[in-house]
């Protein structure tokens, strides 16, 4: 009975301890991040700057090398102990002209809203004009075979799940049909792919994105469009009652040799642990539709405000912490690659990163790569956000850019705001400046701030 | 240390109870009331046709005529038990033609964006023409005195707190500059009131809203306006190096007699406590500015929904549970209290009342004024919402509306959305249909239903 009595204790307060563990002075540092962020932020600002002035930033563009110029120029008037560029090789692919499209039936032309998939070839100079063949999933090729294929353009139609909460599973769940669309197409003879755009919403955005060939030699790579959703349903809805129609569409992107680039890095050098790192980063590439105000902007400017209110508060982080804006996020990854390769080669002992990269959105949470010591300390925090309405610690993903830096003994950590409007606006001429909201993206990088300066004070085990 | 123990037993046994009180009974049907909003959810639609096809709804007004006509219709369509309209005389306020403002110096004119507050008077058909005194607070007023007062335009500029996280609290921390900013300048002998917009953002849309003179005499009601957050920013920057510039003002709004207007109500009777009432509500009106989609055509579309998810799912609820389009919360709340006093003059028994009056944006969660049995019962509750990112279950306000309806026995809730955009668009002409995202709106209308359905279930205590 004596020990029954003396777990059940030692349970309840353990239960306490988790309750219990608001250290005032902590939730007064978190309360003082806050009020800097959202009363003398610079992350709108920056933006501000990031997506008016400069604009879409795709890999090997001038938006791109002025995005490293001018981001580089703002690490280095924060008086951060070093601001670098570090050289990364990156591909280079441009849309070329504004892509054309219509449907064509006896009754005529009818102009579609398309735009080329990133990486994707051109068609040649008149376009390609075909029947079309919709499908709901790569697998339905496979039970229609190349008799029904060939010779067609192949229209996915398998719209993003409405019903998942979080939109982020509901892409997943879709995009195959953009990445790989066209690789399996060809494979039955197809002669363009088109995809239903990756957006939840019925507009006349088309969405692009990134896709691949593998190793489909070059002649049997097909051109590849993604349409509007409304774009989608019009042509799903004319293909039932007139299947023989044609769709045209022409578009002259092209892969070009691989350029220089950089990711931008800015570092406030730990007083105690100097050779332990911290990362915080998004990527500072975009797609070239839009400005990549959500994305990948908001989580450069977030990035950037960590360590910019951390000098504001005169805190002296115990660890080596970085802000990396990585090139190349969208296609090819390169940056992220180069970072963790170098900080390989330098023996870095890198132990904790944060990515933003889920839009700049109303923060909810963040999602752990983690082992259970760091999770339950985590969740022991859980208090001290309250107040931020800050609820969704969960297990999970965290982004890529930092995930070439995963190892033991890394903790890796994404950044969860609210996913709702993540992709009205993701790869998408829409995706702009005035689709960001100033608090929200101030509250986000408020508490990116917030976690960092627990998990610095408070060690990663 | 037997007694001892059994209390640490139940202890924590009640911890258990309350972590593991999903009934996946529950859990299913909340899923399906979920995967219905999301799918195949008319909210949106219907905001559609009140905002874009009738547009403002001030009470008295054409628009909030209209409004009473087609939501009546909409529920007629719904194979609800009981539609009806519930008589209740309205105030009519009319702005009349656009207001016209400027800041005089020497150097010439600029415009600036105001608009009256409702409820106010007009200014002399040629306008007003005065020097502003800037202040802070209402108390600061007494401070300066009638000398330096007397004459003047006062110019309330104090603005929104920042660095609270709920903007609701912002609002509620600065509003007393439009509702009495008026009626206090007025006894300093001032000639008219400007006051900053309340709004977080700097933007150039003055915010109407209701401000009052209590029992002032009629010949000392001044007129008063709201300026844009941009024209306070200028015009306080202008005051410093220019304190004796003047600024004119001409508004022609007007109050008239009341008018006829209405509650629109549908009931699904109760099967088992008929004469037991939950009323699910919103407002029908909306200021005349924009369209009032957040506000709130947002709370009425949802809280139709939430009758409309029971009807497709075939639910038959215990108690008798009426949606309740409220008229007139803006300026005077007629609506709410005649519904209360029909109540209490009909004997009915309302024990729930669920108003969402705080924009159509991501709900978090709900806030109740009821008895801690229930609020206990809603915490073991908590499980069920977790999947939908419901988090924040907290005592406190409910609605407007249903206040009214306070007395012993009846819980009142309010839906809880994320604050940080409200504020951008309440009661200016920027809250329009656009500025809704459908997705945001359904979740609410979801969250609702899903309140709705477990306290039916298990009964109000």
Redesign the interface.
Known sequence: ??Q??IF??S??FS?QSFSQKVNSEDSLAIRKI??IA??NGKSYEWLDYLSNKIGSRLSGSLGAEKAVIYTESVLNELGLDRVWLQPVMVPKWTRGLPEVAYIETKNGKTNANICALGGSVATPENGIKAEVIEVQSLAELEELGEEKIKGKIVFYNRPMQ??L?N?FRAYGGAVDQRYAGAMAASNYGAVAVIVRSMS??LDDFPHTGSMGYGDLPEEMRIPSAAISTNGAEYLSEMLKSNPSLKFYLKQNCMTHADVQSYNVIGEITGTTNPDNYFVIGGHLDSWDLGDGSHDDGAGCVQSMEVLRIFKELNYKPKNSIRVVLFMNEENGLRGGKKYAEEATKNNENHIFALESDSGGF?P?GFSFDTNNANFNKVLSWKPLFK???I??FEKGGSGADIGPLKKEGITLVGLRP?T??YF?YHHAANDTFDAV????LE?GAAAMASLVFLFDKYGVE
């Not at 909201?437 to 929200?440: A, C, D, G, L, P």
């Open positions: 009975m004596k029954l009595t059940l204790i349970v309840l239960f806050y009020d959202l009363t409405a019903d909460i939109t939840l919403r109303t909810r107040p931020y309405f609820h969704s609210d709702q409007r009205d909201n100033k608090r929200e509250l």
